[in-house]
């Protein structure tokens, strides 16, 4: 079991860039979470998908950012225009399907906006 | 709304003695409880979790927690720790019915001394 893959490990993007990051779940999984971290928000909540489908994007800011699952394999989160604030370290977890409170997370996607 | 209160940044321990790192939670309906470690430039990682039964719960590496529903609390404990152990911890409550999302506390620094 390989563990949540995600890549790239590190992303250094210039203001107005476009940034997309990776993530493929842990086989058998069938939710998958985004989550961005940062010194002064902490852990903030992005997104899930669950079977594939796109069930919980409250926490995704409204412009520039986007989710997708095109598959069971894998997953990405693509920030448009990126700016400064963009800077963070992006999570990504997965989850057997019950929903149970218990996450499996990637090593992180640290994004660096010049 | 659901909050997840952890009260203290930062605690410092030295190598052997016991530590609790606090928890308070604010939510009305049934939830899951659980605490995650990050080390330095990793993701996060499973510690334990609690929903109903017993409320002591054991987890990996000598870690325990206890639920308390009159206190709104979810403490961590452990016995004897490890200079290993020094990560940040963060606990989480996620409802059972509705999203599947984690809600994170702002996480505690646990440094041990040696």
């Known amino acids: 079991n390989a563990g949540v893959i995600q890549t790239p490990r590190h992303k250094v993007t210039g203001k107005g860039q476009e940034a997309t990051l990776w993530c493929e779940p842990i086989s058998g999984h069938s939710a998958v979470f985004w989550y961005r971290q940062t010194i002064v928000q902490g852990l903030e909540f992005l997104t899930y998908f669950r079977n594939q489908a796109p069930i919980d994007d409250s926490g995704m800011p409204k412009e520039r950012f986007s989710a997708q699952m095109p598959n069971q394999s894998h997953s990405t989160l693509k920030i448009q225009s990126t700016q400064p604030q963009d800077s963070a370290v992006y999570l990504c977890?997965?989850?057997?399907?019950?929903?149970?409170?218990?996450?499996?997370f990637g090593e992180g996607s640290k994004l660096t906006v010049l | 709304t659901q909050t997840v209160s952890q009260s203290d940044a930062h605690v410092t321990v030295f190598e052997g003695d016991s530590v609790e790192l606090r928890c308070n939670y604010s939510?009305?309906?049934?939830?899951?409880l659980s605490w995650y470690i990050q080390h330095h430039g990793h993701g996060l990682q499973f510690l334990l979790k609690?929903?109903?039964?017993?409320?002591v719960v054991q987890g990996v590496n000598g870690f325990e927690a206890e639920f308390s529903k009159s206190d709104s609390s979810f403490h961590l404990r452990k016995a004897s720790v490890h200079w290993s152990d020094s990560a940040v911890y963060f606990c989480a409550v996620s409802a059972t019915s509705g999203s599947w999302q984690l809600i994170f506390g702002s996480g505690t620094q646990l440094t041990v001394m040696p």
């Open positions: 939510y009305g309906g049934s939830i899951y």
């Open positions: 977890a997965s989850s057997l399907g019950q929903g149970t409170g218990q996450l499996y």
């Open positions: 609690y929903y109903s039964g017993n409320p």
